[in-house]
């Protein structure tokens, strides 16, 4: 009974299922997190299956190759499990309907992801027809804006005298079309503005290591910050109880300020834990930049070798949003902050006067975790 009323309130209690871990507050209370791979590999058989162009058994099999290690029968109960949309199911007992409720651990699909995944499960949705043109041929598809009417482009397969060439194009009436081998072969010049020239490697490690440092420096002070609310809410709480023991609130009131207290705790425990799992213990950053900086001289090469699944993921990785191009090339492109770095120095190399500022100084430093966590390096 008490699992079940800790379900009631949002907890899981037990044994953290397939993507999460247990894990504890400072105060001790239990919760559970992501885990990777597990947690990336759910993700992804979500949107693979949503798509509703794989079967169950193809889809188990590829997530197990990224690290999801599960029996295709846990696989299918996987996949109909609340829990990973942010939700907890309490089974019905005793006369007590089931209840279906909205956990506190972090979700790693939407409701909507989820909703959409059972429909295709029940066979509401029809599977969607492949295109003619195999999916090495159109990598970028999905990820390219259309010039004129800003509609994503889409990609197939047009006839030709011997064989299939491939275009990525808009829909009708647009008549925007583009040859995708020569679009293509234009991302990957795009690529080469990414890399460093080792003249400026030496310039790039020291920049990113200081900015690590103080980054380091910001998160201790947010933690004592985080720690000193914590102590005015503990004062708070106990002029609340102080207060009910002399009869000069309500029960009633006071259940309110305990709840309104419970649930600020629980924000800054969870913004704690998040910065002691982020920032502790102190790394030695060196060799993961130079590592990173390396992948950054090959990044064309490592593209062109890579699979159409790694292609796509580093498109994401890099750019934000969709690409906007045109016969003239790409254009309009947001990139992550750590990649617009490299990219606005590479391609304004030698334009600089003696003296001026540094752009690593004057850009937003919120992406630098990304490349310098141990999994990406």
């Not at 910001?218 to 106990?238: G, K, N, V």
Request: net charge positive; hydrophobic share 35%.
């Amino acid at each position: 009974m008490g699992m079940r009323r800790a379900k009631k309130e949002g907890n899981w209690s037990g044994r953290a299922p397939l993507g999460y871990k247990n894990k504890t507050y400072e105060d001790g209370k239990k919760y559970i997190a992501p885990e990777e791979p597990y947690a990336s590999a759910i993700r992804w058989a979500f949107q693979e299956l949503s798509l509703g162009m794989s079967s169950m058994a193809e889809v188990h099999r590829k997530a197990f190759k990224l690290g999801l290690t599960c029996s295709i029968n846990n696989f299918h109960s996987l996949v109909r499990n609340w829990i990973y949309c942010g939700k907890i199911r309490v089974r019905e007992i005793d006369g007590e309907e089931e209840h279906i409720i909205k956990g506190l651990h972090e979700p790693l699909i939407t409701e909507r992801l989820f909703d959409k995944v059972q429909n295709v499960l029940k066979g509401d949705v029809k599977p969607k027809k492949s295109a003619i043109a195999t999916p090495e041929d159109l990598p970028l598809r999905g990820f390219l804006r259309c010039p004129n009417c800003h509609r994503m482009l889409t990609g197939s397969a047009s006839k030709g005298r011997k064989t299939y060439v491939a275009y990525y194009h808009c829909k009708s009436p647009c008549k925007v079309r583009f040859n995708a081998n020569q679009v293509n072969q234009n991302f990957i010049k795009e690529l080469k503005l990414f890399r460093i020239a080792k003249r400026d490697q030496p310039k790039f490690l020291q920049e990113i290591i200081s900015t690590y440092n103080e980054v380091r420096k910001t998160a201790s002070a947010m933690r004592q910050d985080y720690i000193d609310e914590l102590h005015i809410l503990d004062y708070q709480s106990i002029n609340a109880r102080e207060l009910l023991l002399a009869g000069k609130i309500e029960p009633s009131d006071f259940k309110n300020l305990k709840m309104h207290y419970d649930s600020k705790v629980r924000a800054i425990n969870l913004k704690l834990t998040a910065l002691k799992e982020r920032f502790e213990p102190k790394i030695n950053i060196q060799p993961l930049v130079i590592n990173a900086i390396k992948t950054l001289c090959y990044l064309p090469r490592l593209y062109q070798t890579a699979t159409i699944e790694d292609k796509r993921y580093l498109v994401e990785t890099i750019f934000i949003g969709m690409l906007i191009y045109d016969k003239d090339g790409y254009r309009t492109m947001n990139i992550n902050s750590i990649a617009e770095i490299t990219y606005l120095e590479t391609k304004s190399y030698g334009q600089k006067k003696m003296g001026q500022k540094s752009r690593l100084k004057t850009l937003p430093h919120k992406g630098w975790n990304m490349g310098l966590e141990p999994t990406t390096s």
